[in-house]
């Protein structure tokens, strides 16, 4: 299995610019989590879905931030407008729910540089 | 609410020798408890999770991890550090209140193993 794939794995732009992040769940997965990871507050969970539809996203800072799942195969994270502030590394990580169990597997991050 | 405290920002230990990566917990219900590692711009990798049962946890790599509910602890172990073992380490939390959904993650510890 090719894992959890994220792109791009790194993206520099410039402040008020839209920025899409996108993510490939690894196949069977039917839970999607978005975190984002920052020296100054760790990991944080923004979002997460369940078979494609959103079940937390209180996590998400605010509104200029927002997610989707169409499939199950595909999910973004969109950022309009971005700021300086929103630079960090961007982690996916899918996981099958079948039990409350199962392990939750990361994609390899993109780095977000905003200017 | 879940937290999880890993109280050392960076551990070090000189090769050979034993380590251990120290975490502590917080969580509603008996806790789902996992440890991660991430090398430098890499995704976060599962080691070892602990649900029920044996209290030492085998995982990848040789580490192994010890669920103590008295303490609330689940610390992190390998009896012979390698340098390759340097890297920054996550331990990790999901309980009753997020319906064992969620993980809560640490700050992160970083490892350091000297030749």
């Known amino acids: 299995d090719a894992g959890v794939i994220q792109s791009p794995r790194h993206e520099v732009t410039e402040m008020g610019q839209e920025v899409t992040l996108r993510c490939k769940p690894i196949?069977?997965?039917?839970?999607l989590f978005w975190y984002r990871q920052t020296m100054m507050r760790g990991l944080e969970l923004l979002i997460y879905f369940n078979n494609n539809v959103p079940i937390d996203d209180s996590g998400m800072p605010e509104d200029r931030f927002s997610a989707k799942m169409p499939n199950a195969s595909f999910s973004t994270l969109k950022i309009q407008p971005s700021e300086p502030r929103d630079s960090a590394v961007y982690f996916c990580?899918?996981?099958?729910?079948?039990?409350?169990?199962?392990?939750?597997?990361f994609g390899p991050g993109t780095r977000l540089t905003v200017l | 609410a879940q937290s999880v405290a890993q109280p050392e920002d960076q551990v070090n230990v000189a090769e050979g020798n034993p380590l251990t990566v120290k975490c502590t917990y917080s969580v509603s219900g008996n806790p789902y408890l996992f440890w991660y590692v991430q090398y430098p711009n890499r995704g976060l990798q599962f080691l070892l999770k602990?649900?029920?049962?044996?209290?030492l946890v085998k995982g990848s790599y040789g580490f192994e991890a010890e669920f103590n509910k008295s303490q609330t602890s689940f610390h992190l172990k390998k009896p012979s550090a390698l340098v390759s073992d340097s890297a920054l380490y996550f331990c990790?939390?999901?309980?009753?209140?997020?319906?064992?959904?969620?993980?809560?993650f640490g700050k992160g510890t970083m490892l350091l193993v000297s030749p």
């Open positions: 990790a939390v999901s309980g009753a209140n997020s319906g064992y959904s969620t993980l809560t």
């Open positions: 196949s069977g997965h039917n839970s």
């Open positions: 990580a899918s996981r099958w729910t079948g039990t409350s169990t199962d392990t939750q597997y």
């Open positions: 602990y649900i029920t049962g044996d209290n």
